[in-house]
């Protein structure tokens, strides 16, 4: 089909307070408190009519930027002031064109901006990403149609230009195969700080939900896991043999991600981590769990370190190394097999990764590249719906996901916004009392409200009630 054109009309920007019921050890700092931002646009598609859109995701400090100089407040600011910057060059297309093509455009033009300001490439992922959301969410709802359904039949005019590397292929047959999933495995992150078993617990929010990792299994059922690393080998070994002395007890098997968060700065470390993990025998149930391990390295050795053995002995993951179109085609030079998905750095580079997995792993007939969904921090709601639809496009079978567990409900939403999510997305959320839960059936997300009409949110957040979004340049300069 031809891909409907639109015109961007309008961009606005919101925020929402989050407060967590646990304090949270986010990279390098301990969040308590944090804001979610809203992104909604209008466009206008020259068939008639307009439509509106909506992206969120939480304003997460030190870790789009992690440079040690800068404070939390201040990586904050670099979030909303590249989306303000995003908006203006966005109300500066006055064109109609399909939804690729202006993400296409606004990509570029995002990236060199943001990047004379000498801000990390992740944070001009970050608005450009909400951008493409916005926009996909109101074409499917000018269409009435799905997200999935918007990818497979082409009329996000998705063409060869996503994969640049490969002159000549045709793109839309490899998406009209896509489908949205029924469920993904949910995998709980234990940060550096949670609590394992109930004695460790400093104090009880008393709010009915699990606070420490034994309670979270005993409730959800979760067989799937994500484990953080600090850095220091020691220390981590030490960690893991105290969370594998409880997964242990399962009778199930369970699934282990280990996440590195840049903390191994110095490979030979790395090495000592694997090397440690094999000769334990206390670890030998959790080392043959293990999937992968994810952005050991610091973002800018990662394309700079080649992991020659180490990835003989475990498939690595980039993530924080991800903030640019080839960050994964540079990657997998240096020995990495996967990539991050994360609806905060963008919607069409995920679905690139994800044909370039799908390539790699036909060519030689067995997986040796993959995507994996890696967003903690998304909240209940927008954020949360499309980060997981996103997963589903891309083939990932299960979705790290704890912005629920830290934070609670649906925070600062209106009594009939959270009353229309339930009813819209009742496979993934249920109403208690005056909060909007997130619903864990045996470790399992049921994902089949999200083949909506628009991108994976039925209802829209009720903008009456949210601030607008606080920023410093608001993209002057």
Known sequence: MNAPEIRIRTVDLFERPVRFRLPFRFGTVTLEEAREAFLRIEVEARDGGTAVGVSADLLAPKWFDKRPELS????????????????????????????????????????????????????????????????????????????????AGG??????????????????????????????????????????????????????????????????????????????????????????????????????????????TDPARLERLLDGLEADRRLERLRGSILYIEQPLPRALTFEVDLGPLAGRVPFLIDEADDRPDSFLRARERG?????????????????????????????????????????????GVALQQDLALAGLCGCLHSEKNGHHFAGGMQGATAAEKRAFAEAHGDLYRLEGDDLRLVIDTGRLHTGSLACTGYASAPLPDFAAIRPLAGGGRGDG
């Open 155 to 264: 009329a996000l005019g998705i063409d060869g230009r996503l994969l640049p590397e490969r002159p000549g292929i045709k793109i839309a047959p490899r998406l009209s195969g896509i489908a949205p999933p029924r469920f993904l495995w949910l995998r709980h992150t234990v940060g550096m700080l949670d609590p394992l078993r109930a004695e460790e617990i400093a104090e009880d929010p008393g709010d009915g939900l699990p606070v420490d990792l034994e309670a979270v299994i005993r409730r959800h059922a979760v067989r799937f896991f994500k484990l953080k690393l600090g850095g220091e080998v020691d220390a981590d070994l030490a960690r893991l043999r105290d969370i594998a002395r409880l997964l242990d007890r399962l009778a199930e098997p369970y699934h282990a991600t280990l996440d590195g968060n840049e903390q191994y």
């Open 72 to 151: 939390p407040a201040e990586t904050v600011a670099e979030l909303a002031d590249a989306l303000f910057l995003a908006r203006t060059l966005a109300l500066e297309r006055d064109g109609f064109a399909a939804v690729f093509d202006h993400a296409l455009a606004l990509g570029d033009a995002v990236r060199d901006a943001v990047g004379r300001k000498g801000v990390p490439g992740l944070v001009a992922a970050f608005a450009v990403a909400q951008l493409e959301r916005a926009m996909v969410d109101a074409l499917c709802r000018h269409l009435g149609r799905s997200v999935f359904a918007a990818v």
């Open 336 to 380: 990495y097999r996967g990539v991050s998905v994360k609806a905060c750095k963008g919607f069409f580079g995920a679905l690139a990764n994800r044909l370039r997995c799908d390539l790699a792993n036909e060519e030689v007939g067995r997986i040796v590249a993959f995507t994996s969904s890696e967003d903690l921090t998304t909240q209940p």
